[in-house]
């Protein structure tokens, strides 16, 4: 009975042998690639919470510039947490504070050069609609309405943010002399806007000193399309 038990543990020795040898190359440079995979992924969140961590520190440091009024500071800071730390969250916040930081000391320019990287590298839709929308304000206080249109058209992503990019489109039209124009994207902009939102009765005084009623246009313009 022990040798038959020897003679079929050998046999399954001489299998698993031939079985290694046909496939243990493989099998070992799948589990490198698996581990080796895990240990990328493991380090990749640690830096990202690392890197996250400095660019929070430098955020803060950032706040308590604008806070004092120092919005040179604030940009200095803003301009080194690009170079350093250009995808995390509190980066891209830092855009959006420093320039209205330099917007409230009328540095428009300064102003204008954060939202316009905020707008074009930011990861996050909320944060890219924005500063968009702000970017737009400023062009708009500076007389640059082509290129304010450019940015409202560049918001495309949720209700709110359409909303509020007509809304912004209407004071553009309504500076370059096209209140009927301004009109139409003002209606939109309340036909859109939640009902909840208060801004929406800012947007409904504009209408009614273009002398439009929103409810009733609204209700005219969907009988019109039925």
Do not use: C
């Amino acid at each position: 009975m022990a040798t038959h038990l020897d003679l079929e543990e050998q046999e399954q020795l001489d299998q698993l042998k031939a079985f290694w040898k046909q496939y243990g190359n493989l099998i070992t440079w799948l589990l490198v690639l698996v581990l080796g995979g895990y240990a990328a992924w493991n380090g990749w969140n640690l830096y990202q919470r690392d890197q996250g961590s400095k660019a929070g520190s430098l955020y803060d440091e950032l706040e308590r510039a604008a806070q004092a009024g120092d919005s040179e500071r604030a940009t200095r800071i803003f301009a080194d947490m690009k170079d350093r730390y250009p995808s995390a969250t509190f980066t891209q916040q830092a855009g959006l504070v420093a320039a209205r930081s330099a917007a409230d000391k009328g540095r428009y320019d300064a102003a204008s050069a954060s939202l316009a990287w905020v707008a074009d590298k930011a990861s996050e839709d909320e944060y890219r609609a924005i500063a968009r929308l702000r970017l737009a304000g400023l062009l708009l206080d500076t007389k640059k309405y082509e290129e304010a249109l450019k940015q409202v058209d560049a918001v495309t992503d949720r209700p709110e943010f359409i909303a509020l990019a007509n809304d912004r489109r209407g004071d553009i039209l309504m500076a370059q002399g096209k209140s009927a124009e301004a009109q139409a994207a003002y209606l939109k902009a309340w036909t859109v806007m939640d009902p909840k939102v208060d801004y929406r009765r800012v947007v409904e005084a504009k209408l009614n000193l273009l002398g439009v009623q929103p409810a009733g246009a609204a209700a005219s313009g969907v009988e019109a399309a039925k």
